[in-house]
């Protein structure tokens, strides 16, 4: 089926350790972001592609990293895991035409 | 830059009542303006979204808000809420002149309905 997909759905880290989120999408949008969802503070950008090579951040990019090779693919890594990065992670690409479409996010546990 | 305002992290309503969910947004260019709904332990769900074409929208599941420029406001409501509406729901923005890059959301309101 047509979207984005986001692997893994789960994950478990140890402080320091790191690792990337994968994010897929196979409509051909041009734009994709990176979202984080923690209670009571909503959904807050981590980072966001406005087209294959062209990334920036969004509210809350410390800790992560982004790149954009292609215009599918849109991982987000983590350098070093801490506590406070614990949260649920939200992958989306849009287009103008498209609007937006989300994964199905990844639960993200730093121990 | 862009911000979203809902009133009411929760709001508690019986079977059959109306739902009303508050979102104020501020912009400082026009805006294009988002409800989505959370399930539990799931993803997010498009209700409806304003893209500067008629000011009153209507969504799934029976749902409908209207842009008000005048109040900067963009209000979900529903004449008859079910059981089924139980979740919670979130209110965004995006910059019109910017188009679809990124949203910005609100920090969302639970509704919880009663029988």
């Known amino acids: 089926n047509a979207g984005v997909t986001q692997t893994p759905k789960f994950q478990v880290l140890k402080t320091g350790q790191s690792m990337t989120l994968q994010c897929a999408q196979d409509?051909?949008?041009?734009?994709m972001s990176w979202y984080r969802q923690d209670p009571g503070m909503g959904l807050r950008l981590i980072h966001y592609?406005?087209?294959?090579?062209?990334?920036d951040q969004g509210e809350v990019p410390n800790g992560y990293n982004v790149s954009r090779s292609t215009t599918e693919d849109f991982p987000l890594r983590l350098l070093s895991a801490a506590p406070s990065q614990t949260s649920v992670y939200f992958c989306?690409?849009?287009?103008?035409?498209?609007?937006?479409?989300f994964g199905s996010g990844t639960r993200l546990t730093v121990v | 830059a862009q911000s979203v305002t809902q009133l009411g992290s929760h709001v508690s309503v019986s079977e059959g009542a109306l739902v009303l969910l508050r979102c104020n947004y501020s912009?400082?260019?026009?805006?294009?303006l988002f409800w989505y709904v959370q399930y539990p332990n799931q993803g997010l769900q498009l209700l409806l979204k304003?893209?500067?074409?008629?000011?009153l929208v209507k969504g799934i599941n029976g749902f409908e808000a209207e842009f008000k420029k005048s109040e900067t406001s963009f209000h979900l409501t529903k004449p008859s809420a079910h059981m089924s509406d139980a979740a919670e729901y979130f209110c965004?923005?995006?910059?019109?002149?910017?188009?679809?890059?990124?949203?910005?959301f609100g920090t969302g309101t639970r509704l919880l309905v009663s029988p």
């Open positions: 965004a923005v995006s910059a019109m002149n910017t188009g679809f890059q990124k949203l910005v």
């Open positions: 592609s406005v087209g294959a090579g062209i990334t």
């Open positions: 989306a690409s849009s287009s103008l035409d498209y609007g937006y479409t």
């Open positions: 912009s400082s260019v026009p805006p294009y």
């Open positions: 304003y893209t500067s074409a008629a000011t």
């Open positions: 409509m051909n949008h041009e734009y």
